[in-house]
Structures are given as structure tokens and as C-alpha cells.
């Protein structure tokens, strides 16, 4: 049963399904937006104000108190059933003796009556847990879910959804001391979506401000969290971008933020190597630089290791170009200012002008597909081989390895002029309009002194010579490293886990 509401409420639920499954190993926990009020007389205003935000960041922060507090107190009465009752079953006390999982939903925001203005459905700024020290800790939760509520019926799969603090996860860790796993299948980070109408572009842009100044939140959390992380926990899946299962919708040809700057390092891939250093399985998917894996690495737990990176790096540049060496704005991405890229809160010009342009612009149907230019299929070798080195570097400090892969996904779905001007010349790279596969290394050390085994799966490409000798040398004294080259397999859409978000 899935709950929310007060204190009370939350414990009846939990106390009605531990007696119903005879103890509780799963507990759903709906975190809910408060209702907006949108009444005709008096309409919200176009963005969502300071005031506003405040009033729903309480909430939330209130509603995942009231489930800490609960749950302390649900553990603190199953601890009593149990003494009292006198049984070791596991069914005797409420909670399962292999503890509990939370699966916090977050759900979307919602309204009475939907506002006309979209400027409303898209969020950027990312709510926050007020005085996370003060929740108790829970000793009876061996693994935490939480993500946002999928809403099947929206066109945008983003659209009304309130991104969280990439701290959250990291302070709610903290307050279990008996956690195991640790479940994030989208922590919020996304790209622009190629939209045909401007207006679209501009009503679901990701903010480059709030997203840069949320990764540099993330390393700082790290920095402050880290030795506070509980020793049990051996296993994490971090998902920060969701790619869409079923069509790819980017535009590779426009020029990216830099979200690194102004530090010299990428803060989120660095919180993200101390992080692993606690984990025996690490599932990663994100946005990264090499800092992931910067000497020295020292993950003496890691046993299962999968990370996939995208085509684009945070500092604005990307890993891959296209079949001619197509590659704009090669230099690196924009610099990100408090004028130009973060979400405005008052009413300003141009806001009414998008206002108006997509009121006029309703009715035209073809102005509501996407503008996709998919065409970044071949590496750029000063980019990718730092990632493939360093990743080779970090696999001598996983002495417990049992495997590991490093991956991406590619996908030929170029612009209407680009898949024209391949045709003209007759040099199209692919014999179909959208082409989509993975692309990446993977390792697997020997077992009792056999021979480890890498596999690259890279189509016709190949690593300079150094980049091979740094995975060959992982064999040491006495063993080898057997090479196998792949090739491509060609798919209509990604592969996806299906109980993701459920």
C-alpha cells in the first residue's frame, strides 16, 4: 500500500501492511506536491515566485520528516512486538529480519486548474531537506528507493516533475547506518530537448545556472558527507539523465554550458570517485569527465562496476564528432552568468513575447515535433582517450574486481539537412534514418591466475597503442589480458529496467 499524509496516517499504513504480509520488507511512501490554486478571478502569476517555491520546499521537507519520525517509531514498536512475543521467526516482529526498503514517489505538481502558461510545468530550481541532522537515524532500513513518480500520460516526461537536491540521497544515507543499497534511477539532470518551436525550447529549458550550481553542490556534499556514510552500504545504482527508451531527441550541433567552471575539476564526478570508494557495486550513469576515475583510485571493495557516459562532457565540449569530423563549437562550452542563465521570477518581456508567439502557434501541428540531429557516431581521440586511460589506471585500485564496464549510446538520427547532404554525396554512414548502439569497454580480471579479458565493442575504430598497453598491463606477473573486438549491434531503442520506477 502506497502512503502519505501525517504522522498518523503513515503509521496505520505500515502497521496495517506489516499485519497483512505477516512483516514488512517494502513500504511506498507518496511524497505529494501541495495543490496549486489557480482560480479564474485570479490566476497565477507566469513564474512560480520565491515565496511560492518556499511554501512547496516546506512541505517537502516537512513530508520526509514525518516519514523518518514514523519509521523510528515503527522500528521502535516492532523491536517491542518482538521482545514481547518472544518468537525469532521472521515474521513475529513487523519489519522482515532482512530489513526494510522505503520507496519514497516523489509525484508532480499539480494544480486545480492548469495554468495556460507553460512556464508553469517546467521546474529548474531543485527542492531541499531543511535540518537533515535533526532526522532520527533508522536501524531496521536495509535499502532506499526514491525517485520521481512516473506520469505515463504526459508528453514530456520531465513536464510538472519538482527536481530534488543531489544531497538528498547522500543525507538521507546518513541517517541509516544499517543501509545496504542505495536506489536513484534519475536524479534530474537532463538536455535540452530538441524542440522545433523556440517557444518549447524556452518553456522546458534546463537552466544552465541552477544546473551548474548543483553539481558543485553535489562534490561539496560529498566532501561534508562522505565519512558519515554508513559502512554497510555496498551497492548504489545513481542514474543522474534518463534517456528516453524509445527515440533519441537531442541536438548535437548547439553550443553546451560549461558546468565546471569556475572550478578546475568536475566537482560531480570527483564526489562521485570518493562515493565509490565506499561500494562493492556501483551502477552509474551520468554526465563526466576523467576526474571519475583520477589517480590515485582507491575502491578496495569494488567488486561490480558499470558506468555509462554521455556523448557530451560537462565542461560543454563532447567525447565523439561525426562521420566527417563534424564537431561545432569545439572549444568548450558557454560561461555561465547570474544575468543570462537563471530562471527569472518576476514578469519580463520576454516571457510575454513566448507567451504570445505559442498561443499564436497552436494549431500548427508540424510545429510540435522535435528537431533532432543525432550525428556524433565517431570518437574524438583527444577526448576519449583520456576517459578510456583513466579508466584503466582506476582498475589496479580494485583489487576485489570482478567486473567492469565503461559505455556509451550512439545514435545516427541527423537534422532533415544533414541526412540530405550524406545522401547527396552518396557517403551516408548508415543504411537506415536512425541507427542506435552501444559503444564502450568492458574488463573482467582472470580467476586463479588465468588470463583477464577486455572486450571493446567500437566498430572499426582503435585506441592508440598506449591506451591497449594500459589495459594489457593490468594482467601483472604471470597472466595476460585477452583482447576481443565486438561489433556494433544495432538496435530501434535502449535497453531499459523496466522496474525502474516502480
Known amino acids: 500500500m502506497a502512503a502519505t499524509g501525517t504522522k498518523e496516517a503513515i503509521l496505520n499504513s505500515l502497521l496495517e501492511d506489516a499485519r497483512y504480509w505477516q512483516g514488512l520488507r517494502e513500504y511506498v511512501y507518496d511524497l505529494n506536491m501541495p495543490l496549486l490554486l489557480n482560480p479564474n478571478e485570479s490566476p497565477l502569476p507566469c513564474r512560480e515566485t520565491p515565496a511560492e517555491f518556499e511554501a512547496i520546499n516546506s512541505s517537502f521537507s516537512s513530508q520526509i520528516h514525518a516519514l523518518f519520525e514514523t519509521l523510528h517509531d515503527f522500528e ?17 516482529e513487523y519489519i522482515r529480519k532482512d530489513g526494510l526498503i522505503p520507496i519514497i514517489r516523489i509525484n508532480n505538481q499539480s494544480f486545480d486548474r492548469y495554468p495556460h502558461c507553460l512556464h508553469r510545468n517546467f521546474h529548474s530550481r531543485r527542492l531541499s531537506l531543511r535540518d537533515p541532522a535533526t532526522l532520527p537515524q533508522l536501524w531496521r532500513v536495509s535499502e532506499l528507493r526514491l525517485f520521481s513518480a ?18 538528498l540521497p547522500l543525507e538521507l544515507a546518513s541517517r541509516l547506518p544499517a543501509l545496504r543499497s542505495l536506489d536513484c534511477p534519475w536524479l534530474w539532470e537532463r538536455m535540452p530537448v530538441a524542440f522545433r518551436p523556440r517557444t518549447l525550447r524556452h518553456f522546458a529549458r534546463p537552466w544552465e545556472g541552477p544546473w551548474r550550481d548543483e553539481r558543485h553542490e553535489f562534490g561539496r ?4 558527507l562522505h565519512e558519515h556514510m554508513p559502512t554497510s552500504l555496498v551497492a548504489a545504482r545513481l542514474w543522474f539523465w534518463k534517456p528516453n527508451a524509445f527515440y533519441v531527441d537531442e541536438d548535437q550541433s548547439i553550443e553546451m554550458p560549461d558546468l565546471v567552471r569556475p572550478d578546475d575539476a568536475d566537482p560531480l564526478s570527483l564526489g562521485l570517485r570518493t562515493v565509490a570508494s565506499h561500494l562493492e557495486q556501483f551502477d552509474l550513469r551520468a554526465f563526466l569527465t576523467p576526474d571519475l576515475f583520477r589517480a590515485p583510485v582507491t575502491w578496495p571493495r569494488m567488486k561490480r562496476l ?14 565523439f564528432v561525426g562521420p566527417r569530423g563534424e564537431n561545432p563549437h569545439p572549444d568548450g562550452g558557454f560561461e555561465i552568468t547570474r544575468e543570462h542563465h537563471y530562471p527569472p521570477v518576476a514578469p519580463n518581456e520576454q516571457d510575454d513575447e513566448m507567451d504570445e508567439e505559442y498561443v499564436e502557434d497552436e494549431g500548427d501541428e508540424e510545429e510540435e515535433e522535435r528537431r533532432t540531429d543525432m550525428f556524433r557516431t565517431e570518437p574524438l581521440p583527444r577526448k576519449i582517450e583520456p576517459l578510456l586511460l583513466a579508466f584503466a589506471g582506476a582498475l589496479k585500485g580494485m583489487p576485489a574486481l570482478e567486473e567492469a564496464e565503461l559505455f556509451a549510446y550512439l545514435a545516427w538520427q541527423p537534422s532533415e539537412e544533414r541526412q540530405r547532404a ?53 594482467g601483472g606477473e604471470g597472466s595476460e589480458v585477452e583482447i576481443t573486438w565486438k561489433p556494433f549491434e544495432f538496435t530501434d531503442k535502449r535497453d531499459e529496467d523496466l522496474r525502474a520506477f516502480h
Open 221 to 224: 556534499a560529498v566532501r561534508e
Open 150 to 167: 512516473p506520469d505515463y500520460s504526459a508528453n514530456i516526461d520531465f513536464e510538472n516533475v519538482r527536481p530534488v537536491s543531489l544531497r
Open 422 to 474: 550524406y545522401e547527396d554525396s552518396g557517403e551516408a554512414p548508415y543504411n537506415q534514418d536512425c541507427a542506435i548502439y552501444r559503444w564502450g569497454v568492458s574488463y573482467a580480471p582472470g580467476k586463479n591466475g588465468g588470463n583477464g579479458l577486455l572486450t571493446w565493442q567500437v566498430g572499426s575504430w582503435r585506441p592508440h597503442e598506449d591506451v591497449i598497453q594500459s589495459f594489457k598491463a593490468l
Open 306 to 319: 558499470r558506468v555509462e557516459f554521455h556523448p557530451w562532457c560537462p565542461d560543454g565540449t563532447w567525447y
Open 76 to 92: 521502535s514498536l516492532s523491536e517491542t512486538k518482538g521482545k514481547t512475543e518472544g518468537k525469532t521467526e521472521d515474521v513475529d
